[in-house]
């Protein structure tokens, strides 16, 4: 699977938009890219995930460039419920496996 | 509508004892995944079944570490011999296809936090 470059940590005032940056400049043909996210003392918690076209859902959208090699999530009103890790995760659609990497910590703050 | 559920939330346990850890997954999912998570760091693999079946067991750290699910439902995660470096939060996660049938959305369950001494 492809290696993905988070920054480890951003901040974002409450009621914006919070976009969360991913490099994943190997990526094949075949790999989705995965966005999952961790609320302090929980499990991850699938948000989206996209091949080459964008996509939205009720949490969040998915932007990805036209050569595939970055991504970027948008939260687009962040709450003080937003605050976690997101991890970007690049994998094939037959892999089962995801690596989590150390994602990036947001901090919505008031 | 019950999400995936780890028993205990949190052990102590004193180098050298083993543990047993708890997953019952969603309902009707097929696959149940254990990972390990230490801190500030994300989850790693472990093991992963496919009903009763242990399909990869490629993640285990060591033979200490065992798994099995003989039902197809409720897991259990078992570490002999425990020592300071398997303290970590162990996380298991179900969703509802099989291998081969494209992705499914994993659901997390809280994990159990184990400490060792």
Known sequence: DAKTTQPPSMDCAEGRAANLPCNHSTISGN????????????????????????????????????????????????????????????????????TFGRGTSLIVHP | GAGVSQSPRYKVAKRGQDVALRCDPISGHVSLFWYQQAL??????????????????????????????????????????????????????SSLAGLGQGFVEQYFGPGTRLTVT
């Not at chain 1, 302090?40 to 964008?54: C, D, F, M, R, V």
């Not at chain 2, 500030?40 to 033979?63: C, I, M, R, V, W």
């Open chain 1, 31 to 98: 790999e989705y890219v995965y966005w999952y996210r961790q609320i302090h003392s929980q499990g991850p918690q699938y948000i989206i995930h996209g091949l080459k076209n964008n996509e939205t859902n009720e949490m969040a959208s998915l932007i990805i460039t036209e050569d595939r090699k970055s991504s970027t999530l948008i939260l687009p009103h962040a709450t003080l419920r937003d605050t976690a890790v997101y991890y970007c995760i690049v994998r094939s659609g037959g892999s089962y496996i995801p």
């Open chain 2, 40 to 93: 500030g760091q994300g989850p790693e693999f472990l093991t992963y079944f496919q009903n009763e079946a242990q399909l990869d067991k490629s993640g285990l750290p060591s033979d200490r570490f065992f798994a099995e699910r003989p039902e197809g439902s409720v897991s259990t995660l078992k570490i002999q011999r425990t020592q300071q470096e398997d303290s970590a939060v162990y996380l298991c996660a």
